[in-house]
Each structure stands twice: as C-alpha cells, then as structure tokens.
C-alpha cells in the first residue's frame, strides 16, 4: 500500500506512513467503524430485551422501507443485489401507540370503588364533624335528616295513595258480611233484641273522580233490602241523596247551607315536594330554639338489648314550647311557597273567611297559642332524651315529666329487628296506664316480619304476628302484607273468656292501579264477620246528580214511608205499636 500524502510504500497494515508519519485512510475508517458499531449494537440490544408493543412482521409481503436487500436496479444489464446499510441495521424499531382503555377502566373501577365508601361512610362522617357544632345545632341536624326520611319515605306514599285518584275515575266496592254467630254475640252483650237479625249482608259500590263522588249503598237486613245513592259535585258544592225504599224522590243538599265542602278530601294536601322541604325547615328551625341542649355517651335499652347511643337531654318549658311555636310561626309570615298553599288551599276548605288576609291568618293563630299556653297551669318541665347511632340516626325517643312517659325505640343488628313502645299515663283519680309494646322479627329486602306482645298494666292483651309487610311498597302509597291478632283483649272487650281465641286476620295486597283487602274475624265455630274493600283506577268518567231532586227538606221529608222504617227498627226490637205484625203494614 501506498501512503496518499508522500506516496511512500508501506506495509499492509501500516496505521502511520514511516516517512511523513501521516495517518493511513484504512485505519481511520477502521476505527471509526469499530467505535460506532458497539454503540449501536448496545442501542438494538437493549430494544430487543425490553418488551415491545410492536407487531411481528410477517414473514411473507414487502419490506416497510424500501431501503431493504433485493433486487434493486439494474446496472448494465446486471442485476444488483444491494446490502442493508448500517442506517436500517442498526434503527431503532418504531414504536406504536398504545390504548388508553385498560387505564380509563381501571380509573371508573378505582373512583367506583371511593364513591361507594364515600356513600356508605358519609353519614358516620357528618355525624361526626356535627360533634364540632353546639349541641343544639348538632340535635336539629339529626332532626333534620329524620324529617326528611320520614317524608320522603311514608308521608311522600301516603300522598301518593290519597291524590292517586286525581284525574282520574276508581270504581270499587266494600262488602261487609256479619254472621248470626255474631249477631247472637253482640245481643247477648246488649239491651238489644235482635231476635230478627238473622244476618247482615252490606255491599257498598263508589265511583269517585277528580270533583265528584257516587256512592252507592246496598244492604240486606234479614228480609229488609236498603239502598241508598249519594252524589257529590265539588264545583257546584252540592250533593243529591237518593233513598228508594224510603222516598220516591231525592233530596237536594247545599254544601254552602250546611257550611260544608263537597271537595275532594285531597285537595288541601300539600306538594310532595314541598312538604319534604317545609317539614325539614320547620323542625330544624324549631330545634333550634332549644336552649341548653346536653350531649353525651349513653347506653339505652331496647327490647332487652344494650344500645350503644349518643344522647342529647333537652328540657322543654311551658315558655319555650310557646317561644318556639311563636318563631316557627312569624317564620311562616315570610314563607312564600306556604303562603300559597294556605292561601289557595287551606283558607278556602279551613276557615269560613275566605278574604281573610294571609298575614292576619297567621296572627290569629298567633294570638290563639299565646291564649293556649297563658291557660295552661302546669309549671312542670318535659325532658326530651333523643338516642342516635354512629351514623346520626335517631334509634330511641322519650318523653319524660315527674309522672308520664312515652318511649319508642328501633334497634336493628344484621336483618334482626327490635321495637319497644312504652307508655305510661298517670290519673290523680284513676288507675294509672300502662302499656308495653316488644316485637322483635327480620327484615330481608325490606320485607318485615314480626311477632308483638301488648300488654296492659303487666298483663298480656294482644299478640300480633306481621308477615311479608312490604315496606318499599308502603312508601310508595301501598299495602302488602298479612297481620293477625289475637288474645285476651277481645275475651275482656266482650267479658267472654271464650272469646280469647278470637283472631283478627289482615290480608293486604295493594299496587298503584288496584286495591284488595280483606279482613276477617275467626273464632274456633268459623268466621264471625268479614270486610272485603276492592278498587281499581280507571278513566274519568262524569258522575251526574240525580234530577229533578227537592231541594226543600220538610217537603221531602213528608214523602218519607214510614213503614218502611218501622220495619227497619223491629229488626233491632223496638215496636212502638206493641203486638202489631208491623211486617203485614205497607204505610202507616
């Protein structure tokens, strides 16, 4: 080899020209090369070891760069073959992006998860954060959050069940069959003779409306048929009562006469919406103003079961009880919302004054609770112990003086159930009552069933056995479930120890399109009486007054057979005319 600068010869592998000590071109070419290949090799390497989201290529198709071996042009009618360059080589292989699903799933588990115990936690941290507040304010919060619960749960449902019928037509019946087990019963504790009084078979049939109400009467009493058909029309304020065994003619009623409305009995009910939103109000507000309020740890019992609780004393005077009503009534002077509600409903169905000014309502109800409490003697002092759990719910009551108390009180553990009612009355010159109510029973998917004992000063009255009662169902306005009763009350009621097999049985199963309840009382001879109550909603239909009704009462009265009703009154032994077959007189 030759050196390129001096043109000196040189050995093979000479790295220097001996005579001009020129570096050879061979040589640096050779290390550049042997300094550039291991970086590159530790670069792929390390690529290779770590796991790569890259697809394989497949082994078949074409290459993605075009810089890749094969034929590639031709050169003189030669084909070719171009090595890969140490550029494609040595490139780092290119990466593909990756999804974001698995971490967007895997964030919605994780905030599911924290919103859950957020949830299930929530009311033990504002219990507790509460216990940095006065003890007063403390109280009405939990006072507060039961209101609410009780609203929107049971008075929310039984809304629901009595305006269900707004805008719309129920038609149904009531039947009501009495024995002559029962009859016999009834006569041998009563002056009455009701000798006649073979059975009593009563079937009621109604149509009720929006504004109207038909009820129709049909009864057989032995061999005495009686009907009877009432119409009512809301807007015109009027009704017509139809006798047709006793008067050819009906009779005409002014409800404007009588002072009465013939209105719907739900239209002076409040909105659900806003009922839940005064009554929470209203008994925070009202909480409030009770004044030295005491809270600590303490222990109740319920059913025979310790309860750990907080407890929060609160003594009510007969001057704080008016202070506090005053408040909660100069509170409504501002309220609008209740403005109208007493406006446009209460007023007009309430008070015979319908000009009367909202403002000048509330004062005389002012005025007339101030007259109340100056009229009250007593000087005592009402204790009000409210227990509550860790989650800030209320789990006992009582109201206490120096003689009285009432006490009620929910304990649950798992599905079990515990209740406890205790009332006791003390009479300056009567016996004093008391009453004790314990059940205890499951509750699984808000199905309650339990068995109750009712006693009355130590003794045992009643025994009450609830199954399957649905309380999901009972707040939305409906009754399912079986009660039945049974004890020595009704053997005392009646002075009959026979009678202490008496039972009382309850079947409900109601929705919000239909209603079907029985109940029965059995004794151990069969069944004494029985009451079957149906209905079902449907379209409004118009329900008209009867025509041509006499709006005169003394000249309908004069039409009036009084045979008929002479008949009617031998059934229950009276014969004003001794030994007379008052049966065998059509008019008298």
């Given at each position: ?86 550029e494609d ?38 219990n ?7 003890p ?12 609410k ?61 929006g ?10 009493l ?10 009512t ?23 404007d ?27 925070e ?14 222990n ?32 409504a ?9 007493i406006?446009?409903?209460v ?49 006992a ?41 314990l ?44 009660i ?79 045979g ?15 030994e ?7 008019e008298?």
């Amino acid at each position: 080899m030759y050196c390129k600068n001096c043109g000196a010869q040189l050995p093979e592998n000479a790295a220097f020209c001996g005579k001009c000590g020129a570096k050879l071109e061979a040589a640096a070419e050779a290390e550049i090369k042997a300094s550039a290949i291991p970086e590159e090799i530790n670069e792929n390497t390390v690529s290779e070891v770590l796991p790569s989201e890259e697809k394989p290529q497949e082994e078949s198709g074409t290459p993605e760069s075009g810089k890749a071996s094969g034929p590639s042009e031709d050169q003189g009618g030669e084909t070719v073959t171009q090595d890969p360059s140490e550029e494609d080589i040595f490139a780092e292989p290119k990466k593909k992006k990756r999804s974001c699903l698995p971490f967007v799933i895997a964030a919605v588990v994780v905030l599911a998860i924290i919103a859950g115990a957020v949830i299930a936690f929530f009311p033990y941290v504002a219990n507790t954060a509460m216990r940095l507040a006065s003890p007063e304010k403390h109280q009405a919060y939990i006072y507060k959050n039961a209101a609410k619960d009780l609203a929107e749960g049971y008075l929310c449902g039984a809304v629901d069940a009595m305006t269900r019928i707004d805008g719309k037509s129920a038609d149904g019946k009531i039947e009501i069959d009495i024995s002559s087990e029962a009859v016999e019963l009834i006569e041998s504790e009563s002056e009455l003779d009701l000798s006649a009084l073979e059975n009593v078979d009563i079937d009621f049939e109604y149509s009720v409306n929006g504004n109207d109400q038909a009820i129709d009467l049909s009864s057989e009493l032995s061999d005495i048929t009686l009907n009877a058909e009432l119409r009512t029309n809301s807007k015109k304020n009027e009704a017509t009562l139809y006798l047709p065994e006793f008067n050819k003619n009906a009779l005409e009623i002014d409800g404007d006469e009588l002072e009465v409305k013939f209105a719907p009995f739900f239209t002076v009910l409040p909105e659900k919406e806003y009922m839940v939103s005064a009554l929470c109000d209203y008994t925070e507000f009202l909480l409030l103003n009770a004044r030295d309020v005491k809270r600590g740890a303490k222990n109740t019992e319920i059913n025979g079961h310790s309860v750990k609780a907080t407890c929060f004393e609160t003594e009510i005077t007969n001057e704080l009880a008016k202070d506090a009503a005053i408040a909660v009534l100069e509170k409504a002077k501002t309220d609008k919302e209740l403005e109208k509600y007493i406006t446009d409903r209460v007023i007009p169905y309430a008070s015979y004054d319908e000009d009367i000014d909202y403002e000048d309502y509330i004062d005389d109800l002012i005025e007339d609770t101030e007259e109340w409490y100056e009229e009250t003697e007593e000087e005592g002092s009402l204790f009000l112990y409210t227990y509550v759990n860790a989650k800030g719910e209320i789990i006992a009551v009582k109201l206490e003086d120096d003689t009285d108390l009432l006490f009620i009180g929910r304990y649950q553990k798992g599905k079990n159930v515990y209740y406890e009612i205790e009332i006791i009355a003390d009479y300056e010159d009567e016996e004093d009552d008391h009453i004790v109510i314990l059940a205890e029973g499951t509750l699984i998917k808000d199905k309650l069933s339990i068995e109750a004992d009712y006693s009355y000063n130590d003794e045992e009255m009643l025994s009450i056995t609830v199954t399957g009662f649905d309380l999901k169902a009972l707040k939305e306005g409906c009754i399912k479930g079986d009660i039945e009763i049974g004890g020595e009350a009704f053997a005392d009621a009646f002075d009959e120890k026979a009678l202490k097999n008496i039972t009382v049985k309850i079947e409900a199963d109601n929705t919000k399109e239909e209603t079907d309840t029985s109940v029965k009382i059995l004794m151990k001879k069969g069944e004494l009486a029985s009451v079957r109550i149906e209905s079902k909603l449907k379209d409004t239909k118009k329900i008209k007054l009867h025509e041509d009704a006499v709006s005169d009462a003394e000249e309908w009265s004069e039409d009036i057979s009084t045979g008929q009703i002479l008949k009617l009154l031998t059934l229950f032994g009276y014969n004003p005319y001794g030994e007379m077959d008052l049966s065998q007189t059509e008019e008298l």
